[in-house]
């Protein structure tokens, strides 16, 4: 069964802080993974796409690594602001594309 | 330029009505997909087009929900004799081409309740 899990469920931190999320999948065929960021009650935004052949992509203060032998990724968040308080969801793209399997999310906030 | 849009934003209905939720895709957008989510929950995948044909439909929970997508751009979601389980943010998404590594841009999403 395709399934895709986050940890931890939620998380707070200090602003300034760094911290790191992890995403564990099975999913199969894989063809990319992805890390969005959904602000409460908005729609997800898009961080990272990584396709099977990248280990790390980078966006501003985010992170994302891939390991495609274990089937895990991570997303590091560096110095943390305010703003970074939101849900960040990891996706994993099944079918070409065509389909993705959505974590749970991990809820983060960051406090000052 | 114009992002994705959808509506109605909310929609109230009665249990055994059936609804009719719009997506209006960015403009030259080939692929379009559609989402539900629940409450506290990530989205859950339900279908997806490449122009107007649709590719993978097996996320839709059972026959009462169907999608089109006529001529390749605006889509609709139609879930008949709603229930109350139904309930949800429906949100659609677009991207340029579907490979994959394209990025989906999401719209509002419609807030469907079920009385």
């Known amino acids: 069964k395709n399934q895709v899990e986050q940890s931890p469920q939620s998380l707070i931190i200090l602003e300034g802080k760094n911290c790191t999320l992890q995403?564990?999948?099975?999913?199969?065929?894989?063809?990319?993974l992805r890390w969005y960021k959904q602000d409460t009650g908005r729609g997800p935004v898009s961080l990272t796409i990584?396709?099977?052949?990248?280990n790390t992509k980078s966006n501003g203060r985010y992170t994302a690594t891939l390991d495609a032998d274990t089937k895990q990724s991570s997303l590091h968040i560096t110095a943390s602001q305010l703003s970074d308080s939101a849900s960040y969801i990891c996706?994993?793209?099944?079918?070409?594309?065509?389909?993705?399997?959505f974590g749970q999310g991990t809820e983060l906030s960051v406090k000052p | 330029g114009a992002g994705v849009s959808q509506s109605p934003r909310y929609k109230v209905t009665k249990r055994g009505q059936d609804v009719a939720l719009r997506c209006d895709p960015i403009?030259?957008?080939?692929?379009l997909y559609w989402y539900r989510q629940a409450l506290g929950q990530g989205p859950e995948f339900l279908t997806y087009?490449?122009?107007?044909?649709?590719?993978?439909k097996s996320g839709l929970p059972n026959d009462r929900f169907s999608a089109e997508r006529p001529e390749g751009s605006i889509s609709t979601l139609t879930i008949q004799r709603t229930e109350q389980r139904d309930s949800a943010m429906y949100r659609c998404?677009?991207?340029?081409?579907?490979?994959?590594?394209?990025?989906?841009?999401f719209g509002p999403g419609t807030r469907l309740t079920v009385l």
């Open positions: 998404a677009s991207s340029l081409w579907h490979r994959g590594e394209d990025t989906q841009y």
């Open positions: 995403c564990n999948y099975t999913v199969s065929p894989f063809s990319n």
């Open positions: 990584m396709t099977f052949s990248e």
């Open positions: 996706v994993v793209s099944a079918d070409q594309g065509g389909k993705l399997i």
């Open positions: 403009s030259g957008h080939v692929s």
């Open positions: 087009f490449n122009y107007e044909a649709q590719q993978d």
